[in-house]
């Protein structure tokens, strides 16, 4: 009542001020912009979309009606996903990482297969391949069609979990360290630190399911299946094998996903700085970001898969004594086993084959992930609305 009363006198106004009808629509747009903001509750830039077009009464009684009909207005509003419902947003991160993480690893998992048996070392003759191309069709041809396929299920079990954690703690401490690096603003400092963080959680679930992963998916691995690899390392390795290359992935990954996040966020403040839902945004971003961060860090990956396979030849040759300590125990072991066989390129083994893995990883990691987020947002928003009506 109290607004249909103003708008009255408002209208009132607007036929009186001089017969001028661009005044009257300029004052009539101030006035319905702060009834927007003090009963509505929508944005101003929602409701200041409509102002221009008023100009005279007969266009006023067009927004009286609004006025009087909340739920016209409420249909015609569409959420912004990028700010989720209170107490809805952890799991709807959490559902939409899990889906993501788990679509991304098993698409991408024959060329995670091929760049692992790439970072080999000192690989079989039978293991020495040319390219990506060359490496898939010679497993492909001598090992199964199945083969580059082996292990699938390890990782899929792990990287739910794990990119559940991921995306909640990413997304809640970005928002969280923002507001007090810069409020009000996108902060890359922010972003970095956020993803460092959800980086710790990340790999202590996916990191048993890696070192598994990557024993089968090694050439002549011995393992009949993943349950076999399982009990094999605890019986001869202990649990400690689960978790030798934890420090390593961490020194990897935590440089991989700061570089990774603010490459990303970077360049959605250049390609979608409005922060709409807009695929072709999110799979381009998340193409490069996670293409630059993957070449910056294969040095590190190169020696997390040799802590995580503990191949036969490298600690063969490593000089160490019989038993227990024939194993690849740290980062600096790793770095001089590394060096000792492959020189300086040894550290840039299965780069192309990183990067190849990489780009399109991310980007439909990223592209799942705000699609699934969008789409989850959107229906607590229409579930919400209907309780309303």
Not at 152 to 162: E, F, K, V
Not at 337 to 353: I, P
Request: glycine residues 8%; charged residues 20%; positive net charge.
């Amino acid at each position: 009542m109290e607004a249909d009363g103003f708008l009255r006198k408002r209208r009132m106004t607007a036929g009186t001020t001089g017969n001028d009808p661009g005044v009257a629509g300029a004052s009539a747009g101030a006035e319905v912009r702060w009834l927007g903001g003090r009963f509505w509750g929508v944005s101003e830039s929602i409701v200041g979309s409509l102002t221009p077009r008023i100009v005279g009464e007969a266009e006023l009684q067009s927004v009286d009606f609004i006025c009087s009909t909340q739920d016209a207005q409420t249909d015609d509003y569409e959420p912004d996903y990028e700010a989720l419902p209170q107490g809805a947003s952890t799991s709807t991160h959490m559902l939409a990482g899990a889906v993501a993480g788990i679509m991304e690893h098993c698409l991408m998992f024959p060329i995670d297969c091929v760049k692992t048996r790439m970072q080999s070392l000192q690989p079989e003759p039978a293991a020495r391949y040319r390219n990506v191309m060359d490496a898939l069709r010679r497993i492909v041809a001598t090992e199964g069609v199945w083969r580059p396929l082996r292990g699938l299920n390890a990782t899929a079990i792990g990287a739910g979990p794990a990119h559940a954690l991921y995306f909640a703690s990413y997304e809640k401490l970005k928002k969280t360290l923002s507001d007090v690096i810069h409020p009000g603003a996108n902060s890359h400092l922010a972003n970095g630190a956020a993803g460092c963080v959800a980086t710790l959680l990340h790999d202590a679930a996916m990191n048993p399911a890696e070192v598994v992963k990557q024993r089968m998916q090694m050439y002549n691995s011995p393992y009949r299946g993943v349950l076999d690899c399982v009990r094999a390392i605890w019986q001869k390795e202990g649990p400690a094998a689960f978790y030798r290359s934890y420090t390593t992935q961490l020194t990897m990954n935590v440089p991989f996903q700061a570089l990774h996040f603010m490459t990303y966020e970077y360049l959605q403040e250049l390609l979608n700085p409005h922060r709409q839902y807009n695929p072709s945004s999110h799979m381009l971003s998340g193409a490069l970001a996670g293409a630059v961060a993957a070449a910056a860090t294969t040095p590190l990956d190169v020696c997390k898969t040799l802590l995580n396979t503990q191949e036969f030849v490298a600690v063969g040759s490593s000089g160490q004594s019989q038993g227990a300590h024939r194993q690849i125990s740290g980062l600096a072991h790793a770095f001089r086993t590394v060096y000792r066989l492959g020189g300086l390129r040894g550290f840039l083994k299965g780069v192309q084959a990183r990067v190849i893995y990489q780009m399109p990883s991310t980007a439909i990691s990223w592209s799942v992930y705000e699609f699934f987020k969008y789409g989850l947002t959107k229906r607590q928003h229409d579930k919400r609305r209907t309780q309303h009506i």
